[in-house]
T-cell receptor, first 108, second 114 residues
Framework: AQRVTQPEKLLSVFKGAPVELKCNYSYSGSPELFWYVQYSRQRLQLLLRHISRESIKGFTADLNKGETSFHLKKPFAQEEDSAMYYCALYTGGFKTIFGAGTRLFVKA | DGGITQSPKYLFRKEGQNVTLSCEQNLNHDAMYWYRQDPGQGLRLIYYSQIVNDFQKGDIAEGYSVSREKKESFPLTVTSAQKNPTAFYLC?????????????FGSGTRLTVV
């Protein structure tokens, strides 16, 4: 079955601490994965995509096919990183599956 | 300023009524989507459309209907057959030949059944 799992509903870290938001997927094909972010009172927006191998706002995510994971990482969390984060898997045919989301709270 | 506009922002419906949520985009995107967002469940796909005059059911299409008469517009009707319509509805779009670019989302419509 095609599935995206974000095991943590809430993640709370202190400012300056490393942060890792977990994402695991189940998919038989070659995965195309994304991270989306929703800041307070803003619309959901694309953060990064694995195919670009980019770093956005200090966040990176590496696709690990062996562990079927696409964890989002940042070495030093900032208060403005507090938001809802969604991992998403494109399954072809114009369909994307979203995880349930993880709310990141960065404490001062 | 390009983007997706959803209206209204808040919508209240009486039981037994049909309501239509508007979604308009000026990004020249070919594909458009409707998602439903419920707490703890992420986003679930209701309907999507790759081109004008064509659309497909998503994972939770029962009780919903859509139309795609214009490239810019993809309205969603929540019918009285939808058993639990109270939710946050998100519209999105993407370039059909550039799915790797991800989606652009609207700001959403919160529907409440009273």
């Amino acid at each position: 079955a095609q599935r995206v799992t974000q095991p943590e509903k809430l993640l709370s870290v202190f400012k300056g601490a490393p942060v890792e938001l977990k994402c695991n997927y189940s998919y038989s094909g070659s995965p195309e994965l994304f991270w989306y972010v929703q800041y307070s009172r803003q619309r959901l927006q694309l953060l990064l995509r694995h195919i670009s191998r980019e770093s956005i706002k200090g966040f990176t995510a590496d696709l690990n096919k062996g562990e079927t994971s696409f964890h989002l990482k940042k070495p030093f969390a900032q208060e403005e990183d507090s938001a809802m984060y969604y991992c998403a898997l494109y399954t072809g045919g114009f369909k994307t599956i979203f995880g349930a989301g993880t709310r990141l709270f960065v404490k001062a | 300023d390009g983007g997706i506009t959803q209206s209204p922002k808040y919508l209240f419906r009486k039981e037994g009524q049909n309501v239509t949520l508007s979604c308009e985009q000026n990004l020249n995107h070919d594909a458009m989507y409707w998602y439903r967002q419920d707490p703890g469940q992420g986003l679930r796909l209701i309907y999507y459309s790759q081109i004008v005059n064509d659309f497909q059911k998503g994972d939770i299409a029962e009780g919903y209907s859509v139309s795609r008469e214009k490239k810019e517009s993809f309205p969603l009707t929540v019918t009285s057959a939808q058993k639990n319509p109270t939710a946050f509805y998100l519209c999105a779009s993407s370039m059909s030949r550039d799915r790797d670019g991800g989606y652009t989302f609207g700001s959403g419509t919160r529907l409440t059944v009273v």
